[in-house]
């Protein structure tokens, strides 16, 4: 008996020794995708719609006073001062700020200001009736619909007697930005 050997084709016997010792090859890349976003707001303005007025005051004979415009336009004086009914009619300063609904914002207001008569000056110190924090308010409504906040300034002064007679004026700047 002859005993045979199969034959295998040179073909067959390159590939599967290429299979053998060819390394196994690891995913060398990998993608994903990523989205981009804006939210666009309406820009933001404030508006005066009144002015801080203390009225017309009578200094104190002696000594000295105060006269307090509080942001519910009500007037108040004490140490001597007299209020009159005559002149400009006292009320707090009101502002409106607009912009984008339910947006947060930052109100500045300055603690102190002055007005001055000529060469003399009186400091007013400031009071608001802002909710909270002044860096922390939040406009009526909600995204996409206009939105508005309403708020008030008052103030005092001090009246000594020896406070000049005359009409004194100045301003103050009051801001808003979106957080």
């Known amino acids: 008996m002859t005993y045979r050997t199969p034959r295998v084709s040179t073909a067959l016997l390159a590939l599967l020794a290429a299979a053998i010792a060819a390394p196994a090859f690891a995913q060398s890349s990998a993608s994903t995708t990523g989205s981009g976003s804006v939210t666009v707001l309406r820009p933001v303005t404030i508006t005066k719609n009144a002015d801080l007025r203390f009225g017309t005051v009578v200094r104190p004979a002696a000594g000295s006073g105060t ?96 406070t000049v007679t005359g009409l004194y004026t100045g301003t103050f700047s009051v801001t808003a930005a979106y957080n």
């Open 67 to 162: 006269a307090v415009v509080s942001t519910a336009n009500v007037r108040t004086v004490a140490g001597g001062v007299v209020g009159l009914s005559s002149g400009d009619t006292p009320q707090a300063a009101q502002f409106t700020v607009d912009g984008e609904g339910g947006q947060s914002l930052s109100v500045t207001i300055p603690a102190t200001f002055n007005i001055a008569n000529g060469g003399d000056t009186l400091v007013v110190t400031t009071s608001n009736d802002l909710s909270g924090s002044a860096g922390a308010q939040t406009l009526s409504n909600t995204l996409g619909s206009a939105g508005s906040l309403v708020f008030r300034v008052g103030g005092s002064i001090p009246v000594a007697s020896t």
